[in-house]
T-cell receptor, first 113, second 113 residues
Framework: GEQVEQRPPHLSVPEGDSAVIICTYT??????FYWYKQEPGAGLQLLMS?????DRKEEQGLTVLLNKKDKQLSLNLTAAHPGDSAVYFC????????????FGAGTRLKVIA | EAGVTQSPRYAVLQEGQAVSFWCDPI?????LYWYQQPRDQGPQLLVY????????NSQLPSDRFSAVRPKGTNSTLKIQSAKQGDTATYLC???????????FGPGTRLLVL
């Protein structure tokens, strides 16, 4: 079945710097890609969703890159601020009629003021 | 539009006790998911429904866990005899039919002593 590896598990950046999180997946049938943010004691908040026909998507200081050849998905937070401190998860699902998500293990981001 | 709601938000049990979690999905969403999220890990799918039908419960420990969605709206997840290893956050999510984004509730944090 699908395996998703997410790295790094922990990331600490100064305020104003960029932060990059990478997920690698294994299933060639993977077609849908998501990034979620989880703050302490809260559920998962959708940041961005990407379909497999898109290589790059930018929204509100976030950039998602999809490299289908290497089966890699990345999230780049440009000019991070302390409010971005949270745990970030990637999730993927296949276009097989069964749209179950497989999640990465998460990246705990700390933005230092 | 109201989001996914869950109750209770917290539960503390002794081993062997039973507990039920309740989820109210976003109105009109056909598909409902239950995830288990151990501390410092990504969510792992337990079971999901399309309307009132169970589509996949392959990861649900069937000897102690059960889930129902009798009218295709609200859902209940029950642990019959909790174990310390069940300590986790239980997340409910819902989505419209098809390969669409899942929207998550705030979760129920369970501690089994």
């Amino acid at each position: 079945g699908e395996q998703v590896e997410q790295r790094p598990p922990h990331l600490s950046v100064p305020e104003g710097d960029s932060a990059v999180i990478i997920c690698t997946y294994t299933d060639s049938a993977t077609a849908y890609f998501y990034w979620y943010k989880q703050e302490p004691g809260a559920g998962l908040q959708l940041l961005m969703s990407v379909f497999s026909n898109v290589d790059r998507k930018e929204e509100q200081g976030l950039t998602v890159l999809l490299n289908k050849k290497d089966k890699q998905l990345s999230l780049n937070l440009t000019a991070a601020h302390p409010g971005d401190s949270a745990v970030y998860f990637c999730a993927v699902s296949a276009d097989t009629g069964n749209y179950k998500y497989v999640f990465g293990a998460g990246t705990r981001l700390k933005v230092i003021a | 539009e109201a989001g996914v709601t869950q109750s209770p938000r917290y539960a503390v049990l002794q081993e062997g006790q039973a507990v039920s979690f309740w989820c109210d999905p976003i109105s009109g969403h056909d598909t409902l998911y239950w995830y288990q999220q151990p501390r410092d890990q990504g969510p792992q799918l337990l079971v999901y429904f399309r309307d009132e039908a169970v589509i996949d419960n392959s990861q649900l420990p069937s000897d102690r866990f059960s889930a129902v969605r009798p009218k295709g709206t609200n859902s209940t997840l029950k642990i019959q005899s909790a174990k310390q290893g069940d300590t986790a956050t239980y997340l409910c999510a819902s989505s419209p039919l098809g390969p669409d984004t899942q929207y998550f509730g705030p979760g129920t944090r369970l501690l089994v002593l």
